[in-house]
């Protein structure tokens, strides 16, 4: 595993919309996990691939319950709402109340291309949400509402 360069807001690739994986090889688990380590290392809880400057639709996220990786992920169900402070890798120093649904229900494909479904609440669903955006080119602050 290698850490990874985490591009930070005014990069142009974050704000880039990703490509879906296609390709569920050797090179997607070492990027998996270079996401894993560099996520840790910064104290991240998600990590999303934009962030270290690829454009696929790959993210991951430990909350402190154990590691999800999410290759295609789409938000299928989601419900009510939380206004939670957030902030992101991408963004040192910078924080804001952000509106999220409380609960997320997300399918995705794991490194070897098998569906997997999972769901989150509170912490967990702002999760799911913040990185799925990243995906989309969307970052935290144009959720902030205080």
Do not use: W
Request: charged letters at 25%.
């Amino acid at each position: 595993m290698a850490l990874r360069n985490i591009f930070f807001e005014g990069n142009p690739i974050l704000q880039k919309k990703c490509r879906k994986v296609e390709k569920f090889d050797k090179s997607l688990g070492i990027l998996i996990d270079d996401m894993f380590e560099t996520m840790k290392h910064s104290n991240g809880v998600g990590l999303a691939a934009p962030q270290v400057g690829i454009l696929k639709r790959v993210a991951v996220i430990n909350i402190g319950d154990g590691n999800i990786e999410l290759v295609n992920p789409i938000i299928i169900a989601f419900s009510g709402e939380q206004r939670e402070e957030e902030g992101c890798l991408s963004c040192p120093g910078q924080y804001g109340i952000t509106l999220r649904p409380k609960f997320v229900k997300v399918k995705a494909q794991d490194r070897f291309g098998n569906e997997v479904f999972y769901t989150g609440q509170m912490l967990k669903a702002r999760a799911f949400c913040h990185e799925i955006d990243h995906l989309d080119g969307i970052l935290f602050k144009s959720h902030i509402i205080e």
